[in-house]
């Protein structure tokens, strides 16, 4: 009885110590709980012993789509979204904050301006008047007369005809009564100043003011013009927007010239080309963006000359001159003004391979506004004996950047 009872002490203590070497067999996986987006699942496995192994089978959470905006969010309202879950078909909603005003600073012809809905802000820097309206100050009082395009500004008294020098030019007339203690000179008052205008928000123009008959005295009246010289292809465009200030005695007023047309497309900037190489008489060269100019005529001349109508201007510096005619398209935004020396530049003029001479610019009519062609002079003052020479002379310039050659033999 000893003998038996012994071995089975012996097998009892083994398995109680999981024992004696048995290693459990698990079954496949049973899922006992469906995990779903929001609760945990189950699973267990069972060995061929009875031991079973459970497991959790973590949530994954909501998986939700692409949002779907049901109420679009404003300058002072809420937007608001929602998303759908692809497993479970949950919807969120969201809440999209107001964003709030985002103003563009005031300009003379607007006032504060949102740039996301057009709400507006206080009043525009300027007085807006236009063609009838009268303004009444203390210094001054005035009404818009007409606004116009012309070619040939003039003004009759009696049987006198007053003409303005300018080519091409857009007027805005004012009645105009000086209510100031001191005569309105007719020329260079600082009283009238920062006459702008702006086409296509891109194109500057300065203007001045011209006052036909002379002073206008206290309590006196008379016509005040406000002349900017501008291309003649601007008279035809419709679509182009013309904005034209300009301050009296510290008054700022401002004039919708042409609203313009909004077209869908924007337009692309042109990126700027170099343009530089050798020229010849007829050869027209531009960069695409700021100039387009042909070499008109190489010539010499002891006074170098234009004439624009009746009137000759003159170049009256130095004995003799190498003149070097260019048509010129001014494509900036900004006027090409004479002796302007930061786009047309480096003038020079190399002589049998070792004399040098520099140049200046000369622009009879004084600038080339934006848009508007003319002539531009580069002159070199060079002896006399250079014409009826053969050794090489060789004319040298850039424009904005581009270098240009030209053989003058």
């Given at each position: 009885?000893?003998?038996l009872?012994f071995?089975?002490?012996?097998?009892v203590?083994?398995?109680?110590?999981g024992?004696?070497?048995?290693?459990?067999?698990?079954?496949?996986?049973?899922?006992t709980?469906?995990?779903?987006?929001t609760?945990?699942g189950?699973?267990?496995?069972?060995?061929?012993?009875?031991?079973?192994?459970?497991?959790?089978?973590?949530?994954?959470?909501?998986?939700?789509?692409?949002?779907t905006?049901?109420?679009?969010?404003?300058?002072?309202?809420?937007?608001e979204?929602?998303?759908?879950?692809t497993?479970?078909?949950?919807?969120?909603?969201?809440?999209?904050?107001?964003?709030?005003?985002k103003?563009?600073?005031?300009?003379?012809f607007?006032?504060?301006?949102?740039?996301?809905?057009?709400?507006?802000?206080?009043?525009?820097?300027?007085?807006?008047?236009?063609?009838?309206?009268?303004?009444?100050?203390?210094?001054?009082?005035?009404?818009?007369?007409?606004i116009?395009?012309?070619?040939?500004?003039?003004?009759?008294?009696?049987?006198?005809?007053?003409?303005?020098?300018?080519?091409?030019?857009?007027?805005?007339?004012l009645?105009?009564t000086?209510?100031?203690?001191?005569?309105?000179?007719?020329w260079?008052?600082?009283?009238?100043?920062?006459?702008?205008?702006?086409?296509?928000?891109k194109?500057?123009?300065?203007?001045e003011?011209?006052?036909?008959?002379?002073?206008?005295v206290p309590?006196?009246?008379?016509?005040?013009?406000?002349v900017?010289?501008?291309?003649?292809?601007?008279?035809?465009?419709?679509?182009?927007?013309?904005?034209?200030?300009?301050?009296?005695?510290?008054?700022?007023?401002?004039?919708?010239?042409?609203?313009?047309?909004?077209?869908?497309?924007?337009?692309?900037?042109?990126?700027a080309?170099?343009a530089?190489?050798?020229?010849?008489?007829?050869?027209?060269?531009?960069?695409?963006?700021?100039?387009?100019?042909?070499?008109?005529?190489?010539?010499?001349?002891?006074?170098?000359s234009?004439?624009?109508?009746?009137?000759?201007?003159?170049?009256?510096?130095?004995?003799?001159?190498?003149?070097?005619?260019?048509?010129?398209?001014?494509?900036?935004?900004?006027?090409?003004?004479t002796?302007?020396?930061?786009r047309?530049k480096?003038?020079?003029?190399t002589?049998a391979?070792?004399?040098?001479y520099?140049?200046?610019?000369?622009?009879?009519e004084?600038?080339?506004?934006?848009?508007?062609?003319?002539?531009?002079?580069?002159?070199?003052?060079?002896?006399?004996?250079?014409?009826?020479?053969?050794?090489?002379?060789?004319?040298?310039f850039?424009?904005?950047?581009?270098?240009?050659?030209?053989?003058?033999?």
């Open positions: 009885m000893k003998r009872v071995p089975l002490l012996i097998l203590c083994c398995f109680s110590l024992g004696c070497g048995h290693s459990h067999e698990f079954s496949e996986w049973v899922v709980k469906e995990v779903s987006c609760t945990d189950e699973r267990t496995r069972t060995c061929a012993c009875g031991e079973t192994e459970t497991e959790v089978i973590p949530s994954a959470g909501h998986i939700y789509g692409e949002p905006v049901i109420r679009e969010v404003s300058c002072e309202e809420n937007g979204e929602i998303r759908t879950c497993v479970c078909g949950n919807v969120a909603t969201e809440i999209i904050p107001a964003t709030g005003h103003y563009a600073a005031a300009t003379k607007a006032p504060k301006t949102c740039v996301r809905c057009g709400a507006t802000d206080g009043e525009a820097l300027a007085k807006i008047v236009a063609v009838g309206d009268s303004v009444e100050c203390k210094s001054h009082c005035f009404t818009v007369e007409s116009g395009f012309t070619a040939s500004l003039r003004e009759k008294r009696g049987y006198v005809t007053y003409s303005h020098n300018s080519q091409y030019a857009l007027a805005i007339k009645d105009f000086n209510m100031d203690k001191e005569a309105l000179e007719q260079h008052s600082p009283r009238i100043s920062d006459m702008t205008m702006e086409y296509k928000g194109y500057h123009y300065e203007g003011y011209w006052i036909p008959f002379g002073d206008i309590l006196g009246d008379d016509s005040v013009y406000i900017y010289e501008v291309p003649s292809s601007m008279e035809d465009d419709v679509t182009g927007e013309i904005l034209a200030s300009f301050t009296i005695d510290g008054e700022s007023y401002a004039i919708v010239v042409q609203k313009g047309i909004k077209e869908e497309s924007v337009e692309q900037p042109t990126e080309l170099d530089s190489g050798d020229l010849a008489i007829g050869t027209e060269v531009t960069n695409n963006s700021t100039f387009r100019l042909t070499l008109n005529e190489l010539y010499y001349t002891a006074k170098p234009y004439k624009t109508g009746n009137v000759t201007h003159s170049y009256g510096i130095g004995d003799y001159h190498l003149v070097c005619k260019l048509d010129y398209t001014n494509l900036d935004t900004q006027a090409l003004r002796w302007d020396t930061s047309i480096d003038l020079k003029l002589f391979g070792e004399y040098t520099d140049g200046v610019l000369w622009i009879p004084s600038e080339i506004v934006p848009l508007a062609s003319g002539y531009a002079f580069l002159i070199f003052e060079v002896p006399r004996n250079i014409e009826d020479s053969t050794d090489p002379l060789m004319l040298t850039s424009v904005d950047g581009s270098v240009f050659t030209v053989n003058c033999r």
